[in-house]
């Protein structure tokens, strides 16, 4: 779990039982691609920001600043975000982005050994480069309207094949301030790890309004520790959720646990002389969980419509009718998604007291 101490605009959900959740940001760019800033300035933001884990993906073949800062070594953004976060508990893992005409479009491989290598003609040789570095590669923004003007994913027999043959392992479904349906739908037909990113080339703040309240979109990876083993392993499991737009999207075996770690009951108990029930859901994790009552009991307080703030809590009178020594709350989780148009469901135990 992150942790920000003061901080309070540091991006933290619970752990989960035998996993550390880590935030990570997959995916950015400095002055050493396309990006307006020195590699310090990602660090200082992700740490602002709780971080976890970043990685510098800088295009290989796309380099406009080069005449000003030129650097043969395209391990250079990473050699020196390294530097900066040292004796600091952010994770820095080195990458690249590949950056080629759709298909295969741009992908990002991290965990290389040497950037330098994978600037070879064939793209599938750089991917065969990245993967004989034993990378994580990923597809980027497939539905990015410059090289898909109706942001549908335009998938290739050049695509299948990569996969087959895992060369892509992951896909974007959340890139910057976009979502895609068709990504999502994707990654849950091919098995392929759900990632979402900022692609960050400006400032964090300014892009995500993080003073007003916003945040950057992360990936939430579930890993047994904090090394880079254990994330390797964790993201070619698939064990992730995407926050974004405080909303929480991933396959229902790593969201349904982030939920149930999130919400639980605080406190419950009879109103005197009634049948009904005072109860206090307390979310300890920074989603805002809106809820649609789906129980058999209405409410006393609220319509069938909660809201669970960020590390707050919600009172919902429950009227059981008769007294009860237990009874099951069901809720539709409707700023989450296991499902393109899929909410998952929330279901908790309350045994009041008497």
């Not at 760019?29 to 310090?40: E, I």
């Not at 994913?153 to 959340?174: F, R, S, T, Y």
Request: hydrophobic share 40%; proline share 6%.
């Amino acid at each position: 779990m992150a942790h920000g101490g003061n901080n309070n605009r540091a991006i933290e959900f619970p752990d989960l039982q035998g996993y550390k959740t880590l935030v990570c940001d997959l995916h950015m760019h400095t002055v050493f691609s396309d990006g307006s800033v020195w590699p310090n300035i990602r660090v200082m933001e992700a740490k602002k920001d709780g971080l976890d884990v970043i990685a510098t993906t800088e295009h290989l073949e796309y380099q406009p600043w080069i005449k000003d800062i030129p650097h043969p070594d395209r391990n250079r953004s990473f050699e020196l975000a390294t530097g900066f976060a040292k004796n600091s508990e952010l994770m820095v893992i080195n990458g690249s982005e590949i950056t080629r005409e759709m298909p295969p479009g741009h992908t990002n491989a991290i965990f290389i050994k040497d950037a330098n290598k994978l600037m070879v003609d064939d793209p599938i040789d750089a991917f065969l480069e990245a993967r004989k570095q034993d990378a994580f590669i990923f597809w980027n923004h497939p539905y990015w309207a410059s090289q898909s003007p109706d942001a549908s994913v335009p998938v290739d027999q050049v695509h299948l094949d990569m996969i087959k043959n895992g060369l892509l392992e992951g896909i974007e479904i959340v890139n910057d301030t976009t979502y895609s349906n068709e990504a999502f739908q994707l990654a849950l037909d091919h098995n392929l790890t759900i990632l979402g990113t900022s692609d960050i080339h400006d400032i964090i703040d300014w892009q995500y309004k993080i003073p007003s309240g916003g945040h950057r979109p992360v990936t939430l990876v579930f890993a047994r520790e904090k090394t880079q083993s254990s994330l390797k392993r964790a993201l070619r499991k698939g064990q992730t959720v995407v926050w974004f737009n405080k909303k929480l999207i991933g396959k229902s075996d790593f969201l349904i646990p982030l939920i149930n770690s999130s919400l639980s009951i605080r406190s419950a108990s009879y109103i005197r002389n009634s049948t009904i029930v005072h109860v206090v859901l307390a979310n300890n994790s920074d989603a805002p969980y809106i809820l649609r009552n789906q129980s058999k009991y209405d409410f006393y307080n609220n319509t069938d419509l909660i809201m669970v703030p960020p590390h707050g809590e919600a009172i919902i009178d429950v009227r059981t009718i008769d007294k009860k020594r237990k009874f099951e709350m069901q809720f539709e989780v409707l700023n989450a998604l296991t499902a393109p148009a899929t909410h998952p469901v929330f279901r908790i135990l309350v045994r009041p007291k008497q």
